[in-house]
């Protein structure tokens, strides 16, 4: 998802064509501020990340940050195929990898507040099983803010 356009400045001058999409209008019209803002031109398409509205492999590189952590199992896997079907080199993407301790946290936390959308990471097996699963092959992995977030970026590029 763009969101709210945080990675315009990022993108600036990186890219000859930058497609930015989202599920919420409101989003996009965020994005849209932001990106005009950091004078990015840019496409803002509404879409579903299960079913994207475009060809496949139509973007050299494809970006989704901070989704993939709060969908369940079956879908962040219909997303990252969809993904890497849209992509005809690579995709950045990250995701929650759980530890023990996150493991306990989050139980607890979805028996004190069961109404209350929980994140959904991984083990770092079941993103590598993931990415595999997908058509991709990792090619690099980096912690985000290591102790204090659980969420790992990884670059993997199509096989």
Request: charged share 25%.
């Amino acid at each position: 998802p763009c969101g709210a356009g945080k990675l315009a400045a990022v993108l600036r001058g990186r890219a000859s064509r930058i497609v930015g999409a989202d599920v919420s209008p409101a989003m996009l019209e965020k994005a849209r501020a932001a990106f005009a803002a950091e004078g990015v031109d840019v496409e803002l398409r509404e879409a579903d990340a299960t079913a994207l509205p475009f060809r496949a492999n139509e973007f050299e590189m494809v970006v989704c940050l901070r989704l993939l952590h709060r969908t369940p199992p079956a879908v962040r896997l219909a997303i990252v195929k969809e993904l890497a079907r849209v992509s005809s080199r690579g995709v950045l993407l990250s995701l929650g990898i759980v530890g023990q301790i996150q493991r306990f946290r989050l139980a607890l936390q979805r028996r004190i507040l069961p109404d209350v959308p929980v994140p959904a990471p991984c083990t770092r097996r079941e993103a590598g099983e993931l990415l595999e699963e997908a058509g991709l092959a990792l090619v690099g992995e980096r912690r985000i803010l290591p102790g204090l977030s659980t969420e790992r970026l990884f670059h993997a590029e199509k096989r």
